[in-house]
């Protein structure tokens, strides 16, 4: 069994601390996909996405919608 190539854009919410995440989220814009929410409590990766224009959350049961 082979995987496709799948040149299409995906969206991911990043969840993390550290620099890591900073690094991760570079890579992923940089792969030409989106980030639609960061969720941290930490301030220099919050600063990070609202300088990217990506929302902040501070806690990941926030990222789903409750019916």
Known sequence: MTATFQPAGFSAILIGD???TIACGDMILA???AIT???????TVRGWAEGQG???LTAPATCWRQT
């Open 18 to 20: 550290e620099s890591l």
């Open 31 to 33: 792969g030409g996909h």
């Open 37 to 43: 929410a960061v969720v941290t409590r930490d301030a």
């Open 54 to 56: 990506i929302a902040t």
